[in-house]
């Protein structure tokens, strides 16, 4: 028995029931393991200049790819949940093996002595995404599970621990070989990483367990203060090991929003940004669903919002079906991707696309073919994407409107096998001295009929494009 499980076990009572992990209106926080998100009512602006101006950096991105990636893509399961009892309806449901809860534990966590990404290539996955348009990553440095994905001091149960197969690897340490080669060529750090931490006895402690395990701490930390400090402590010295030894962050992504002071789960996160902040100045915080200072960016997941939101955020998206590898998955089209882009940005917002890796260490043959095609989409119109802020009125049918200086761009969303119309009818305010269309291959460039009408502007498309099947998405700049 560890010296941490004596000690718990000197001081063991009862448990008593958890504080319900709900938000301030009493909705859940997470539904099968999809988290909701903060209103843009009870967004808190940060006084700092210097983050206030990184803000406005995020906001100009747009478009962020999001990978979780861990021992858990063996199996093809949801990323950590089956561990959950409580969660077990639905994370389950691809778990046939066995019908122990135990047993299902033992073997998820014992996915550490078989992990081994011989095929693992970070340059390649950071060509891939900065050829293609992606201007940062959002990295999983650690998922519910407890399993590091860094070199970590704090516990053996990483990927560079002794029991890990792959620690013998040049690239072992994966965050530091990912956030070096994206860095290199661009493209900003968001370090993700769960509050909860379902592997160490500082919450779920082996001597006070769960009748079933759920996703809090196995004791109430108002109970054992001592143990929680602990768990504190422990979660502070891993995000200052992310934070101190693996270069410039430029986000901190914090999943597990049922972690937090409403839950009776208060791990003093200030304490340990600002600490963080005294090396980056510049480090914005996504502590997701909490709210106040430190929830810097709102994380809409796997929806979108209905309406246009003036604050920094990103809808959270799966490419496939889950965030964690699935065998066989299935994707969505290259069309259904770009028009979600577009409607995201067309309401303030950035895209960050999950791309799951396979076990071997190489990203989904079909996930690649999705970004290219996302990147050569993105090379003919991104001036309509990047840097862009919306502008009434957001989207009217299948057009989406976005701004740029004196710029509006006007974006019509094609569905297959639809024909162009001969105008695009804008309901548009204000002047505009000349159209132009973006993309569209040699026609880029053309200046386009302008004509004011009593509902705003028509623009007449040529002949020549319309002749010809239409594109996934059409993008015209007026010009003021």
Known sequence: MSKEQQDVQSELETPVQQAAETDLEGEDIVVQGVHNYTEEKDYVWPEEPELLERLDWFRDQKLGLMMHWGTYAQLGIVESWALDDVDAEWSRESVDWT????????????????FNPLRFQPELWADLAADNGFRYLTFTTKHHDGFCMWDTKTTDYSVTGKDTPFHTHRYADVCRQLFDAFRERGIAISAYFSKADWHTPYYWSPDMPHKETNRGPSYDPAKYPWLWEKFIQFTHEQIMELMTNYGRIDMLWLDAGWVGPRSGQDI?????????????????????TIGGKYENLVTPEQTLPKDPLFIPWESNITMGTAFSFRFEDDYKSLRHLIHLLVE?????????????????GRLPKTAIERMKGIGAWLKENGDAIYGTRP???????????????????????????????ERLELPLDGSFARAELLGFGDAAGT??????????????????????????????????
């Open 99 to 114: 019908t122990d809860s135990e047993q299902i534990r033992r073997e998820v966590y014992g996915l550490n002595r078989t």
């Open 268 to 288: 003093r996160l200030g304490e340990v940004v600002e600490k963080a902040r005294q090396i980056q100045p510049w480090l914005l915080c996504a502590d997701r």
């Open 344 to 360: 995201i940005v067309a309401k303030g917002g950035n895209l960050a696309l999950n791309v799951a890796p396979q076990p071997d």
């Open 391 to 421: 502008i009434a009125p957001y989207q009217a049918g299948k057009l989406n409107f976005t701004s740029k200086g004196s710029d509006v761009y006007a974006i019509r969303l094609y569905a297959e096998g639809e024909a162009m119309e």
């Open 447 to 480: 200046q386009l009929e302008l004509e004011k009408t009593e509902l705003g502007w028509s623009v007449k498309l040529p002949e020549a494009i319309r002749s010809g099947e239409a594109p996934i998405a059409l993008s015209v700049r007026l010009t003021r």
